[in-house]
């Protein structure tokens, strides 16, 4: 019995352990500039297998509550930032996840981005960027 137990053990912390490695989940954005929480990010497994990620809920705007995305093009064209999908199309590629697209609401530009759990998975480096990695932002979530 004891044996069984000890092997149920072993192979349920590496799957807990991966669980806490993944950006799958409810995250705060910091503001940049301000170190403040600006809004909550929920991401989850879209239909297709990759990554999402939708706006829960704004915290802060300097557009006040409810703000739209003005400077969008498109479908989200002064659509709420409120239940927006702002990430999409992301893959894992090791310990960390690529191969999609982020949207800043602010300016309405999409960009190529990666994420990478760190801390033990309490915090999410979300990386924006235009062609290379290097030339880019990151921007670091905490676990809700």
């Not at 092997?7 to 503001?31: K, R």
């Not at 982020?102 to 990666?114: E, R, W």
Request: with cysteine.
């Amino acid at each position: 019995m004891r044996t069984l137990l000890l092997g149920l053990l072993l192979f349920v912390l590496p799957v807990a352990a991966l669980a806490q490695a993944s950006p799958v989940g409810t995250w705060t954005t910091i503001d940049d500039a301000t170190g403040k929480p600006k809004s909550v990010i929920d991401v989850y497994e879209a239909a297709d297998g990759k990554l999402a990620g939708r706006v829960t809920q704004v915290l802060h705007s300097t557009r006040g509550p409810n703000p739209l995305c003005e400077k969008c093009r498109g479908e989200r064209k002064n659509q709420p930032i409120e239940g927006m999908v702002i990430l999409w199309g992301m893959q894992r590629s090791g310990d960390e996840w690529k191969g999609g697209q982020i949207l800043d609401p602010a300016s309405g530009k999409v960009y190529s981005a990666t994420l990478r759990p760190v801390a033990g998975g309490k915090q999410l480096e979300v990386r924006g960027f235009m062609g290379f990695s290097l030339l880019g932002r990151t921007q670091v979530w905490v676990r809700k």
